[in-house]
C-alpha cells in the first residue's frame, strides 16, 4: 500500500542493492552467527540459529551473515534454513532482510554459498581475500596480480550464477597498501560486486587512522560512487566500536557488528554499542541513522549470552547488567531530580524493564535520599529521627554486604516499627 511504501522509504530506504535513496542511511549487518559463531566455545545448534535469526530480523538488521556454508554440512543446513525461512517473511512494513553467506574466493565455496542462501528474497554472497603483504606472502603464497586475478574471477563467477548482490573484502586491510587497495577494490567493482566491505582483520587500526582509510578509500577506487563501502573492525586493541563509528562518519554506509561484540578472539564491534552511538549521537554525525527497533536489544543480547554460553560483563556499555544501575549517593540524588543527570540513553530505548525504576541500587555508597525513596516505593514512609536511625542501621549491613536487597529493608523497617 502506499502508506506501507512511504513509511519503508522513510524508514529504509534502501531495497535494492545498488541503489542509495538516502545519504545518510547506515545499513547493518549483523555477523553474529558468522564471525560471532567463530568466538572460541561459541558454536550454536542449527535451531538457535534459526532463532537468534529470527531475532535479528526483529531488531532490523538490514542483512544477516548466517554462516559460512562450505565449513561444515551443519551449518551450510542451518544457513538454507534461514534463507527459507528468515529471508521470506516480508513483515508490515514491507521488510525482509538480505540473507548473507561467507564464501573463500573459489568456486566450490562461492557453489555453496549460493546454493545456500538463493532460497531468500534478498540473497547475498560474501566472498573474501587477503591483500595485506604478511597474508599474500605468508597464507597464500601469491602475487598481487595473482590475488586481483582470483577476486575479480570469483566475483564475476558469483554474479554469473545469478546472484545480483555480491559483498567483497580484501581481508586485512587495515595493514594493506593502500594503492594496492584501490586497484583490487575498482577490479571488483567492475567485476560486479555490489558492496565492498573493509576489514580491520587484526583490530591494529585506530579510529583516526580507520576514518581516513575509509575516507581515502572513498576518493581514490574508481566506480566507488556505485557502491556501499562497509566496515568490519576486530576488537583486538578494544578500539572496534570507535574505529567502526569513524568509518560510519567517513562515509561508510553498512557497518558490520555482532551482539555483545562477539567473535574472533577479542570479538567485532558490537551491534548494540554502534547502533545506540548512532541513535544517541547521530545528529552530531551529520545526521547518521540505523532502522534497528533498538527495543529488541536487550532480548537479543540475553539469547546469544545464553545460546553461546558467552556472558556479558557487568560492566559492558549499553546491555551489562550495570549499565543503568547508580549506587553512589551522589548519582543517586541526582537520577532522583532528574534522570538525564547520568543517563544519557533511556533503558526502554533498549527493551529493559528495570524493577526499580529509578535504577538505584542500595550499597556501602548510597545516601539517604535513594533509601527514603526505596523505602517508599516499598510502602513505607520515614522522616526526621526515624529515617536517621534507619539510615545508620542500613549503612551498618552495607558495610558486610555488597547490595541491600529489599528483604534487608524490610527487616530493618520491622525492627524500627517494633522496637521497644
Ligand atoms: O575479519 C575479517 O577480515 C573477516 C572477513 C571475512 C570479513 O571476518
Known amino acids: 500500500s502506499t502508506t506501507n511504501a512511504a513509511a519503508i522509504h522513510r524508514h529504509r530506504p534502501d531495497y535494492t542493492p545498488n541503489h542509495i535513496a538516502d545519504p545518510n542511511y547506515v ?48 551449518d551450510f543446513d542451518a544457513v538454507k534454513a534461514i534463507a527459507i525461512e528468515v529471508g521470506n517473511a516480508v513483515d508490515w512494513e514491507g521488510y525482509v532482510p538480505v540473507i548473507c553467506g561467507l564464501s573463500r574466493c573459489n568456486k566450490a565455496d562461492i557453489d555453496a554459498a549460493w546454493e545456500a542462501v538463493k532460497h531468500a528474497k534478498r540473497p547475498r554472497v560474501h566472498t573474501f581475500i587477503a591483500t595485506s603483504e604478511i597474508h599474500m606472502k605468508h597464507k597464500l603464497n601469491k602475487s598481487r596480480d595473482e590475488v586481483v586475478e582470483i577476486a575479480r574471477s570469483m566475483v564475476k563467477y558469483a554474479r554469473s550464477l545469478g546472484c545480483e548482490d555480491v559483498e567483497f573484502s580484501p581481508e586485512d586491510a587495515g595493514r594493506s597498501d593502500r594503492e594496492f587497495l584501490y ?31 575509509i575516507a581515502d578509500i572513498k576518493a581514490n577506487t574508481p566506480g566507488i560512487e556505485n557502491v556501499i563501502i562497509s566496515t568490519h573492525c576486530q576488537n583486538d586493541l578494544g578500539l572496534s566500536t570507535a574505529n567502526t563509528v569513524a568509518g ?19 570479538g567485532n564491534a558490537s551491534l548494540e554499542e554502534v547502533v545506540m552511538t548512532l541513535k544517541c549521537r547521530g545528529q552530531s554525525l551529520g ?53 538525564g543527570t547520568y543517563e544519557i540513553i533511556s533503558p526502554e530505548d533498549i527493551g529493559l524493564q528495570r524493577a526499580d525504576e529509578s535504577g538505584l541500587v542500595l550499597g556501602k555508597l548510597s545516601g539517604r535520599h535513594a533509601l527514603k525513596k526505596r523505602l517508599e516505593q516499598l510502602g513505607y514512609y520515614f522522616e526526621g529521627k526515624e529515617l536517621d536511625d534507619i539510615f545508620w542501621r542500613f549503612k551498618s549491613i552495607a558495610e558486610k554486604k555488597k547490595h541491600v536487597l529489599d528483604e534487608d529493608l524490610e527487616a530493618l523497617v520491622v525492627d524500627e516499627l517494633f522496637q521497644p
Open 287 to 339: 545526521g547518521l541513522y540505523t532502522g534497528i527497533r533498538t527495543e529488541h536489544i536487550v532480548k537479543a543480547s540475553k539469547m546469544v549470552a545464553e545460546y553461546t554460553g558467552l556472558l556479558v560483563q557487568p560492566h559492558k556499555a549499553i546491555v551489562g547488567a550495570n549499565a543503568f544501575k547508580h549506587e553512589s549517593g551522589i548519582h543517586q540524588h541526582g537520577m532522583l531530580k532528574h534522570k
Open 27 to 74: 545499513r547493518i549487518f549483523d555477523t553474529t552467527l558468522r564471525d560471532g559463531e567463530q568466538s572460541p566455545g561459541a558454536s550454536m545448534t542449527p535451531n538457535q540459529k534459526l532463532h537468534i535469526a529470527k531475532t535479528l530480523a526483529r531488531l532490523g538488521v538490514d542483512v544477516i551473515e548466517a554462516g559460512f556454508p562450505a565449513a561444515s554440512t551443519a
Open 183 to 213: 586497484h583490487i577494490l575498482g577490479e571488483i567493482i567492475k567485476a560486479g560486486a555490489t558492496t565492498l566491505n573493509i576489514p580491520d582483520t587484526v583490530g591494529y587500526t585506530v579510529p583516526s587512522e580507520f576514518g581516513q582509510l
Open 248 to 266: 560510519a562518519c567517513a562515509g561508510a554506509r553498512q557497518l558490520e557488528v555482532t551482539i555483545n561484540g562477539i567473535g574472533e578472539r577479542a
